[in-house]
């Protein structure tokens, strides 16, 4: 019976601590909600604490027309996408290549991929940046390059540590019948690591949506930013206009949030491996 | 596979090129002038303003060095053992990292700012009125920054430490149980020594990673004139600015001293593993 009533007891201080945890990482993000729908005299009025009387979707129609928040979001779709494509593409075929094509300086050359991964180079984005502005590439496509290079390495890791373990057997057999080495990668061995190729997808779109250091450092043009880089112009533009900004930051978490929610199993993979390997 | 060699030549060459770059002067398009080590004299001996950003970083680092992962270690030992709500914990504590630190960034600075005053206001209803200041004014505006990174980056060492001590095998925990021990013993016995190389991993890449942290706190506060600089962020601006040359010399610098600090925390606790037997 004290057992009982002392493990109860612990259970409540254990859940109470955890439960007060939870709700400073959820209260924020919801206040962001709430302010959003309401106009400025009324957020100085409350500090945006109480609910809205009605849902004034006003902000919302300002951001997209005053603010071009549409431009920077579809940019963010486009690079993301483009990028991630090319990152699945390279690094699936790459990783395929190591694990199975034998050749010469290949663990040399995988090797230098994983230190690529490991070394810290800080402002790694400082050379990124000069090479692209020698070679005329400061647009969209030197963007798509850098963004590609940055996610290829960890990409390569994960998938090869997949590749290596799927059995021999099945492509021998494919091989057998007559199938080309590509037309293995293709037919056999990538559907065979579907799982892995989420976490690399997932991971990297994260990583490129969220990206803004040298998006801000390459776009000058408002028509070609990210959505980060252009978060940060909303507010430069309206510095006082909070609940604005706070419309346009509720639009720039949504999507993030609603993918985080369907996909958070791959993502908390894709982080522990990531940080596993390092 | 001549994807690989093209993209090793993106990693290998930009990485040469910044050592190369380091012991000029110039902007690296127009102007060029080689100057030796001059440029590693002045940051390491005469660049007091360096010194204050590795100072800034260094005090948040130290925050989320204690502060954060203690935080996230005693909340993944809870969960461990809420079994049935462990998912639920899991996804919210896991929000935050994977928003963008510009979102982060601008959301904590309106939900910040003296103006609207929205957390003050917040304690003052709390009555924990001796909390209240100006959180983004020049004397605690570096704390600030250390909290919103603990805040936004706890949920990250949550997940590796649970995922540590998941992979502890119960029987361990069973035998010491039928051995007489309490749970406080075991949790001495068992699971410290056991997660003593996942610390270590988090440790080293909270080091690497907050050290290197730069677009949440130019969000946050724009540097509040050097007070809250951090290295990257002055590569950052000497590299807008046209110091390009300057901006890789800094970069060589910072990231030496990274390799440094993680190959001695690497060697520390190997030591430190061999002389107790663990």
């Known amino acids: 019976m004290v057992y009982k009533v002392k493990k109860l007891v612990l259970l409540i201080i254990v859940h109470t601590f955890l439960m007060s945890v939870a709700l400073s990482c959820i209260f924020p993000l919801l206040w962001m909600v709430n302010v959003s729908f309401k106009n400025n005299y009324e957020f100085k009025k409350d500090y945006g604490l109480q609910l809205p009387k009605r849902f004034d979707f006003k902000n919302y129609v300002r951001v997209f027309k005053e603010a071009k928040i549409g431009v920077y979001f579809l940019n963010s779709v486009f690079y993301t996408f483009v990028t991630v494509l090319s990152i699945v593409f390279i690094s699936s075929l790459a990783a395929y290549g190591f694990s199975r094509l034998e050749f010469k300086g290949k663990n040399l050359i995988f090797y230098m991929f994983l230190a690529a991964m490991m070394i810290p180079l800080p402002a790694g984005f400082v050379p990124v940046y000069i090479l692209l502005t020698k070679l005329k590439l400061v647009n969209r496509i030197g963007y798509i390059l850098a963004m590609t290079n940055m996610g290829l390495s960890l990409s390569i890791y994960l998938l090869k540590t997949f590749f290596d373990q799927l059995p021999r057997d099945l492509e021998d057999a494919a091989k057998i019948d007559g199938c080309s080495k590509l037309g293995i990668w293709w037919n056999v061995a990538l559907p065979l690591v579907k799982p892995a190729l989420g976490v690399v997808v997932i991971f990297n779109s994260l990583n490129v949506w969220n990206e803004f250091v040298l998006a801000s450092l390459m776009f000058t043009d408002e028509n070609l930013m990210p959505l980060q880089v252009g978060l940060m112009e909303i507010y430069n533009k309206n510095v006082i206009d909070y609940t604005l900004i706070m419309s346009g930051l509720t639009l720039a978490c949504i999507p993030i949030i609603l993918i985080y929610l369907r996909t958070q199993k791959y993502i908390i993979k894709g982080i522990t491996a990531g940080a596993l390997v390092g | ?278």
């Open chain 2, 1 to 278: 596979m001549p994807a690989f060699l093209i993209f090793s030549v993106f990693y290998i060459y930009p990485f040469f090129y910044t050592l190369f770059l380091s012991f000029f002067k110039g902007d690296a398009i127009s102007y060029l002038e080689f100057v030796g080590f001059n440029n590693f004299k002045e940051i390491l001996l005469y660049d007091k303003a360096w010194w204050r950003s590795m100072y800034n970083a260094g005090f948040i680092t130290f925050w989320a060095l204690t502060f954060q992962n203690i935080l996230a270690f005693l909340l993944a030992l809870g969960v461990d053992k809420a079994v049935r709500t462990q998912k639920f914990y899991r996804v919210v504590f896991f929000l935050l990292p994977i928003l963008s630190e510009i979102i982060i960034g601008l959301l904590m600075r309106i939900f910040l700012l003296s103006d609207p005053g929205v957390l003050n206001h917040l304690l003052e209803r709390l009555h924990l009125d001796f909390l209240k200041r100006d959180w983004l004014a020049p004397q605690s505006a570096l704390l600030s920054c250390a909290l919103v990174h603990c805040w936004k980056g706890f949920g990250w060492a949550f997940v590796i430490i649970l995922a540590g001590l998941q992979s502890i095998p119960e029987e361990l925990y069973e035998a010491a149980r039928v051995d007489g021990a309490n749970a406080f013993q075991s949790f001495l016995k068992i699971t410290l020594p056991l997660m003593i190389p996942v610390f270590t991993l988090v440790v080293i890449l909270t080091i690497l990673g907050t050290m290197q942290a730069f677009a949440m706190i130019l969000a946050l506060t724009r540097g509040t004139g050097g007070l809250t600089e951090v290295p990257v962020m002055r590569i950052y601006n000497h590299l807008r600015t046209g110091q390009t040359c300057y901006a890789c010399s800094e970069g060589v610098v910072l990231g030496l001293i990274l390799v440094i600090v993680a190959f001695g925390m690497l060697k520390f606790s190997k030591f430190a593993r061999q002389k107790y037997g663990l």
